[in-house]
């Protein structure tokens, strides 16, 4: 899975296919961490390509357990949890879900 999203770099450069590259949620209940790798297009990151961008969302305190908690990773696994999650913040809201086949 991944999301389709046009986000314009400083240079011009435009990324059009962002993938949850991890999630890092560990010993510190309190805080997790995705990572998002931005590509120019799926085409790019099918052929092999590292990302252009690497995007990281810190999740803290009160926000981590209704992602990734027990309970919140009963209906749905990890990356699920990770793409629905940052679909909710406003960098990402109007980003669109791409299937892989």
């Known amino acids: 899975m991944g999301l389709q999203k ?3 770099l400083d240079t011009g450069v435009e ?3 962002h ?4 999630v890092n949620y560990g010993a510190d ?3 997790a961490m995705i990572s998002v790798g931005q590509y120019i297009d799926k085409a790019a990151r099918d052929a092999g390509k590292k990302p252009v961008k690497v995007k990281g969302t810190v999740l803290c305190d009160d926000g981590v357990a209704p992602v990734f908690g027990n309970a919140a990773l009963k209906t749905k696994t990890l990356l699920q949890a990770a793409y629905g999650y940052l679909k909710t913040l406003p960098d990402w809201q109007d980003a669109t879900d791409v299937l892989e086949a």
């Open 15 to 17: 990324l059009t296919y």
């Open 29 to 31: 209940p309190a805080h």
């Open 6 to 8: 046009t986000v314009v």
């Open 19 to 22: 993938r949850v590259l991890s």
